[in-house]
């Protein structure tokens, strides 16, 4: 990440991101969190059909549907953030 993103970045982004980066990755982060985590990267959240949303950073996609009934994202979704996010050169 480059120093002007971090500047922006909260604690509860920070928290995100180290959640997410945990090993294990936790399991209970709210999607909602890491749509948050990515607008304060300086990412973008598109809408899709249904509970499809695609996340945009650093010139990457990720395609994903938000959890339901529940909240929290799944291990799966998690692990696959964070192989996104690795590369496209985000560190913890």
Same mark, same amino acid.
């Given at each position: 990440? +480059?120093? %002007? %993103? &971090? /500047? &922006?970045?909260?604690s509860k982004h920070t928290k995100t991101?180290? /959640?997410i980066f945990a090993k294990p990755a936790a399991s209970n982060i709210?999607?909602?969190d890491i749509e948050a985590l990515v607008i304060a990267m300086?990412? !973008?959240?598109r !809408?899709?059909?249904?509970s499809r949303v695609a996340l945009l950073l650093g010139g990457g996609v990720k +395609? /994903? +549907?938000r959890p339901h009934p529940g909240k !929290? /994202?799944?291990?799966y979704q998690v692990k696959e953030i964070k192989e996104w996010l690795t590369a496209i050169g985000v560190k913890v």
């Open positions: 990440m +480059h120093p %002007t %993103t &971090i /500047a &922006i970045m909260n991101l180290k /959640a709210k999607f909602s300086g990412g !973008e959240v !809408e899709g059909d249904g +395609h /994903a +549907h !929290e /994202a799944k291990q």
